[in-house]
């Protein structure tokens, strides 16, 4: 048997992390309100009259948000079935290795298994250009389980379970 089937497994719980990063985003209700029209209640809501007003620079997303993001998209591509785009969230020593029969078993254990969900990131523990994350992922047969994943910073931080 291969060696990478239980990597499988347990990568096809990963889709699990995503729910965790949706969790993180929940709207609680409520919608935006439109500004009226009218004379404005204080100097500092008045813009200024020599041009358009330049939006705020946005802060780039720290480290552990950015693995949140991408243990997020790899749920989804799982969950969805969108393979290329789940290769792509691997680094490439790990990519190299998925390919005919692995990637078989990984859709064979999508197929079996269901969607997969993340119920809870437990800890995601950064050093250098690799990180840990563990979560608690969910899939519709499997149940619950705790996962911990490794990540690599390569062009951008990808999913790297190489062992």
Same mark, same amino acid.
């Not at 009218?38 to 552990?64: D, H, I, Q, R």
């Not at 785009?85 to 490439?92: G, K, T």
């Not at 994943?149 to 190489?162: R, S």
């Given at each position: 048997?291969?060696?990478?089937?239980?990597?499988?497994?347990?990568?096809?719980?990963?889709?699990? &992390?995503?729910?965790?990063? /949706?969790?993180?985003?929940?709207?609680?209700?409520?919608?935006?309100?439109?500004?009226?029209?009218? &004379? *404005?209640?204080?100097?500092?809501?008045? /813009?200024?009259?020599?041009?358009?007003? &330049?939006? /705020?620079?946005? &802060? @780039?997303?720290?480290?552990?948000?950015?693995?949140?993001?991408?243990?997020?998209?790899?749920?989804?591509?799982?969950?969805?079935?969108?393979?290329? *785009?789940?290769?792509?969230?691997?680094?490439?020593?790990?990519?190299?290795?998925?390919?005919?029969?692995?990637?078989?078993?990984?859709? @064979?254990?999508? /197929?079996?298994?269901?969607?997969?969900?993340?119920?809870?990131?437990?800890?995601?523990?950064?050093?250098?250009?690799?990180?840990? *994350?563990?979560?608690?992922?969910?899939?519709?047969?499997?149940?619950?389980?705790?996962?911990?994943?490794?990540? @690599?910073?390569?062009?951008?931080? @990808?999913?790297?379970?190489?062992?």
């Amino acid at each position: 048997m291969n060696i990478f089937v239980p990597v499988i497994t347990r990568v096809g719980v990963i889709g699990v &992390a995503v729910a965790l990063t /949706a969790s993180c985003t929940t709207v609680t209700g409520g919608s935006a309100l439109p500004q009226h029209g009218g &004379a *404005a209640t204080s100097a500092t809501a008045v /813009a200024p009259s020599g041009g358009p007003v &330049a939006p /705020a620079p946005s &802060a @780039k997303p720290s480290a552990e948000d950015q693995i949140r993001e991408t243990l997020k998209e790899f749920q989804d591509s799982y969950n969805t079935q969108n393979w290329d *785009a789940y290769l792509e969230l691997m680094c490439v020593a790990m990519r190299n290795k998925f390919s005919g029969t692995v990637m078989n078993y990984v859709k @064979k254990g999508r /197929a079996q298994n269901g969607i997969t969900t993340i119920k809870d990131i437990k800890s995601i523990v950064i050093t250098g250009d690799t990180a840990d *994350a563990t979560f608690t992922g969910q899939s519709e047969t499997l149940g619950s389980q705790v996962v911990s994943l490794p990540l @690599k910073l390569e062009d951008g931080w @990808k999913i790297c379970k190489t062992e």
